[in-house]
């Protein structure tokens, strides 16, 4: 059973468009969220913590669903270099799951 | 802005060396890991460390693998006797209070 599950991907969107990536959880008591961008061949990059509450930075939105187990993020008004691999990441004491990853490509 | 730093940036290792990953976390952090990807593959967990200790470790640390953190400021992964199949990319990271990590640009290993 993976622990995380993401999108398969690759979205491949026009520049301007709005892209939502979903994620879901398997362990229920999972303490903290975070969306991460990974780009080729270098280091995940912290995005954004998720909050049950929801949050948003600037063209990014984080949801998060703790009754279904489920992560979002959304993205608007796409930038091509928004182009990456995002990551879902699940805490769960002191682990970090990665998901797979959901590539991006956004095209002009 | 303060990083994770880890050297070397590639390291070439013959099948059964032994390998030495080293990492500089931020300053005032406390939470300490490595994790591994595999090309391809998805970010892996390999261990997490506080306090001086393992705190958790996964089915994958091995009595092959060892952490160490021999000064204030070092974190280091010992890989013995290092197989093909441990080719990966390593990332050191840490974290101030088992929130939020942040990671290294990582070290390329690559065992012929």
């Known amino acids: 059973r993976k622990e995380v599950e993401q999108d398969p991907g690759p979205f491949n969107v026009p520049e301007g468009a709005t892209v939502a990536f979903n994620c879901t959880y398997s362990?229920?008591?999972?303490?903290?969220f975070f969306w991460y961008r990974q780009d080729c061949r270098k280091e995940p990059k912290l995005l954004m913590s998720?909050?049950?509450s929801g949050n948003e930075d600037g063209r990014f939105t984080a949801q998060l669903n703790r009754a279904s187990q489920y992560i979002s993020l959304l993205i608007r008004d796409s930038k091509l270099s928004d182009s990456a691999t995002y990551l879902c990441?699940?805490?769960?004491?002191?682990?970090?799951?990665f998901g797979s990853g959901t590539k991006l490509n956004v095209k002009p | 802005e303060p990083e994770v730093t880890q050297t070397p940036s590639h390291q070439v290792t013959q099948m059964g060396q032994e390998v030495i990953l080293r990492c500089v976390p931020i300053?005032?952090?406390?939470?300490f890991y490595w994790y591994r990807q595999i090309l391809g593959q998805k970010v892996e967990f390999l261990v997490s460390?506080?306090?001086?200790?393992?705190?958790?470790k996964s089915e994958i640390f091995d009595d092959q693998f060892s952490v160490e953190r021999p000064d204030g400021s070092n974190f280091t992964l010992k890989i013995r006797s290092t197989k093909l199949e441990d080719s990966a990319m390593y990332f050191c990271?840490?974290?101030?209070?088992?929130?939020?990590?942040?990671f290294g640009q990582g070290t390329r290993l690559t065992v012929v």
């Open positions: 990271a840490s974290s101030w209070q088992n929130t939020e990590a942040f």
């Open positions: 362990n229920s008591a999972s303490q903290s």
């Open positions: 998720v909050y049950s």
């Open positions: 990441v699940v805490m769960d004491f002191n682990k970090f799951y």
């Open positions: 300053s005032n952090h406390l939470y």
């Open positions: 460390f506080y306090n001086n200790e393992i705190s958790e």
